[in-house]
């Protein structure tokens, strides 16, 4: 039986993208966006709930995420689900999720451009990522006040 492991998210970033290299040279980049839900209750009180997804992206598109993407840019990120394990400063074991993104559609306009252009720009690859060394340290769980922007 086949198996699919496939996200789609349209969000906003929540801080400017980080840049590294793998040992190889290879670009990564990693960055966060949030998506929201906003309902009505039974009582008729407004709702909402932000959830915030690790998006960490390969090779030149990284290039691309890093240089195009901003604070607060709206994005299309298509990719798939990974867990990975790490040991924190302290020697404890965490847990990390994030979104190995295959594409990344850049929405709205660049920071500083003018309002409503309508400037659509796509980068999208097929390069399936390193699978080389953590290429990013641990980041802590994004709870409470500390929010990413």
């Given at each position: 039986?086949?198996?699919?492991?496939?996200?789609?998210?349209?969000?906003?970033?929540?801080?400017?993208?980080?840049?590294?290299?793998?040992?190889?040279?290879?670009?990564?980049?990693?960055?966060?966006?949030?998506?929201?839900?906003r309902w009505t209750s039974k009582t008729g009180e407004k709702q909402e709930r932000t959830e915030w997804h690790r998006i960490v992206v390969f090779g030149p598109q990284a290039e691309n995420c890093e240089k195009y993407l901003s604070k607060g840019r709206p994005v299309f990120v298509e990719g798939e689900i990974r867990y990975r394990t790490y040991e924190d400063k302290n020697g404890q074991q965490r847990n990390i999720t994030e979104i190995v993104a295959q594409r990344v559609q850049f929405l709205g306009s660049p920071a500083g451009a003018g309002a409503n252009t309508?400037?659509?720009?796509?980068?999208?690859?097929?390069?399936?990522?390193?699978?080389?060394?953590?290429?990013?340290?641990?980041?802590?769980?994004?709870?409470g006040d500390d929010i990413p922007f």
């Amino acid at each position: 039986m086949a198996s699919l492991n496939k996200v789609m998210l349209i969000g906003n970033l929540g801080k400017d993208p980080e840049k590294r290299f793998l040992g190889s040279g290879q670009a990564v980049t990693s960055f966060s966006i949030a998506t929201s839900a906003r309902w009505t209750s039974k009582t008729g009180e407004k709702q909402e709930r932000t959830e915030w997804h690790r998006i960490v992206v390969f090779g030149p598109q990284a290039e691309n995420c890093e240089k195009y993407l901003s604070k607060g840019r709206p994005v299309f990120v298509e990719g798939e689900i990974r867990y990975r394990t790490y040991e924190d400063k302290n020697g404890q074991q965490r847990n990390i999720t994030e979104i190995v993104a295959q594409r990344v559609q850049f929405l709205g306009s660049p920071a500083g451009a003018g309002a409503n252009t309508g400037e659509r720009t796509e980068h999208a690859t097929t390069q399936t990522p390193s699978a080389e060394a953590d290429p990013f340290p641990p980041v802590e769980s994004q709870g409470g006040d500390d929010i990413p922007f």
